[in-house]
């Protein structure tokens, strides 16, 4: 007889010659209970997806007789298992069981080998708390992959500038947005006749950005490298919304200021009244320590990569940038690039640009130094936005502690008790966040409308301060007139914006000496430091003296759409 080979013509077929048939109707054996309920259909109709087999099961004469046995103890329940129905063969006394790959799979599997129609030999409360399937679980990030040295950029400069189309072209060349999806944002961008703006679209989300051209909300979005996690944060570049662009920069550690090097563009922005000089002095007012000036469009026909364009750039804003506290030769770097084409974004462009050899600037970006960060001191994390989204969801940066899932924390200034749900840093849901991190909260016990931007969520063994009244050292940048007491403005400090009267001028600081003047001075005008007091309009905010936790004690005084001063709180009255 010829060996086959094949596969078998059925499963139920015997092994190796034993017959596995009923030998006969025995009388004296117990009832037989179905394991997979008393109410199933027939064995050949039951579905492909069921974890037996679609044969009818069948008892080996061993099964039969085992059941026979008087002097053998009653078994809670008969359990078939798929090998014993499909004929295999049965495991040696004292053979070991190996363990199964997952024991939620294994226990769902025992689970269903028992009567749920219940024979009185079965505990039912033992097997629903041994056998019942485990709930399934959220994906978590892995948090000792995730330690990467985390860093927050800002991309600042004069609408138009190009710093969607940069952050957009950044997110391509690190692969966090497929080829296929900016193929989608061309075709769309050219069915509007805007092609150049496709690459801008993977950071302007919303229709009225993508119609109009300009970023309004503070885009969000990261990349990695092999040593660095980074988060953008696309600020917007129009004068009617700096208020959004304040926010953005309160929550990052490097600014990539974009200046475009077309004929005319760079004088626009740079001239008074051009949101190049304005941003530059309000990231520096939000604590950036350090600033990448990136001098773009350099593939523009009005200047083919001309290196004496790209001089004549750096030598015009160097002296504006000491001005606003920067140390040219340690926190400012320039570095020439085209958004549109990628040159000098990812790697170096000497074809094009034969006098750069610096680095390109993701290159850069990647060489900084590690932020300091304050992992030991108590939790401060002030709110940038919240929404609602089965249940109440905030978002910020946290600037200080770390925060863990299930943890109860104080929303101030309401002093309101609320419990952490869930934890997500740059989308990846976490048990854990740290210092330094983008991240979204979801609350317990705390309505979407009970909270508000400003708000900070804190230790409950260790409040941040909250005041009405404050004495502050400010420097007036720009006012026509002179400032008195009684002057109104709009106060940025951190994440809040309120609205605040000076309420008295307390003295004179000589810029040269430091020296306070011994007399209270009537008004302050443009240049001059001065000691006030300060009293909120709106209730109370969150604030802390600057010695104490400079995120949270620095400001800045806005009027008239334009940035009035800049100032420390120095104490808290009230």
Request: hydrophobic letters at 35%; glycine letters at 8%.
């Amino acid at each position: 007889m010829a060996q086959n080979n094949g596969p078998p013509d059925s499963w139920d077929q015997p092994e190796n010659g034993v017959d596995t048939a009923v030998p006969g109707k025995n009388v004296f054996a117990k009832e037989f209970v179905p394991s997979f309920g008393t109410t199933a259909p027939a064995a050949t109709s039951r579905p492909e997806t069921s974890t037996f087999s679609s044969v009818p099961l069948q008892l080996s004469s061993t099964s039969s007789s085992s059941v026979t046995d008087d002097t053998s103890p009653p078994a809670p329940a008969v359990v078939i298992t798929e090998n014993t129905a499909n004929g295999d063969e049965r495991k040696e006394a004292g053979e070991e069981e190996e363990p199964p790959d997952e024991w939620s799979d294994k226990a769902s599997q025992n689970s269903s080998t028992f009567d749920d129609g219940g024979s009185g030999d079965v505990d039912s409360e033992h097997v629903t708390t041994a056998f019942s399937k485990p709930k399934k679980q959220p994906k978590v990030a892995n948090m000792a992959a995730r330690r990467k040295d985390h860093l927050n950029i800002v991309f600042i400069g004069h609408v138009d500038a190009g710093k969607s189309t940069i952050g957009g072209h950044i997110m391509y060349l690190t692969g966090q947005v497929d080829k296929r999806t900016l193929e989608k944002y061309e075709r769309e961008a050219k069915e509007k006749n805007r092609e150049s703006w496709y690459l801008s679209w993977a950071l302007d989300t919303n229709l009225e950005e993508r119609d109009k051209g300009k970023t309004v909300e503070v885009g969000r979005a990261f990349f990695e490298t092999e040593s660095k996690h980074f988060t953008i944060l696309d600020a917007p570049g129009h004068k009617s919304f700096v208020p959004n662009m304040i926010g953005g920069a309160s929550q990052a550690d490097v600014a990539v200021l974009v200046i475009s090097a077309r004929k005319g563009e760079f004088e626009t922005g740079f001239e008074r009244g051009g949101q190049t000089r304005e941003h530059a002095m309000l990231v520096k007012t939000a604590g950036v320590r350090h600033l990448i000036v990136v001098v773009n469009k350099m593939d523009d026909p009005t200047v083919e990569w001309d290196a004496s364009r790209f001089n004549d750039v750096r030598d015009k804003l160097t002296p504006y940038l000491k001005k606003c506290g920067f140390n040219p030769k340690s926190d400012i770097f320039y570095i020439p690039v085209s958004g549109l084409t990628g040159y000098n974004l990812k790697d170096c462009a000497q074809e094009v640009c034969p006098w750069y050899d610096g680095p390109s600037l993701i290159q850069y970006l990647d060489s900084l130094p590690p932020v300091s960060r304050m992992s030991e001191g108590p939790i401060r994390l002030p709110i940038v936005d919240r929404y609602k989204d089965m249940g109440t969801i905030v978002l910020g940066k946290v600037e200080s502690g770390s925060i863990s899932k299930g943890q109860i924390l104080t929303l101030m200034p309401n002093k309101c008790a609320v419990e952490i749900m869930q934890l997500w840093s740059d989308d990846d849901e976490t048990e854990q966040v740290f210092p330094g991190e983008n991240v979204k909260l979801k609350l317990k016990n705390v309505e979407e409308e009970d909270v508000s931007p400003g708000f900070i969520l804190c230790s409950p063994d260790n409040l941040c301060h909250t005041a009405k009244v404050f004495d502050a050292q400010i420097v007036i940048l720009e006012h026509k007139s002179i400032i008195c007491a009684g002057y109104s403005a709009v106060m940025h400090v951190h994440t809040s914006a309120e609205e605040v009267t000076l309420k008295a001028l307390i003295c004179l600081i000589d810029k040269k000496t430091n020296e306070k003047s011994k007399t209270r001075p009537r008004f302050v005008k443009q240049d001059q430091i001065a000691i006030v007091r300060l009293e909120v309009l709106g209730g109370i905010i969150c604030v802390e003296p600057f010695k104490d936790f400079p995120q949270m004690g620095r400001f800045t005084l806005r009027d008239e759409g334009k940035t009035i001063a800049i100032g420390k709180i120095l104490k808290v009255v009230a």
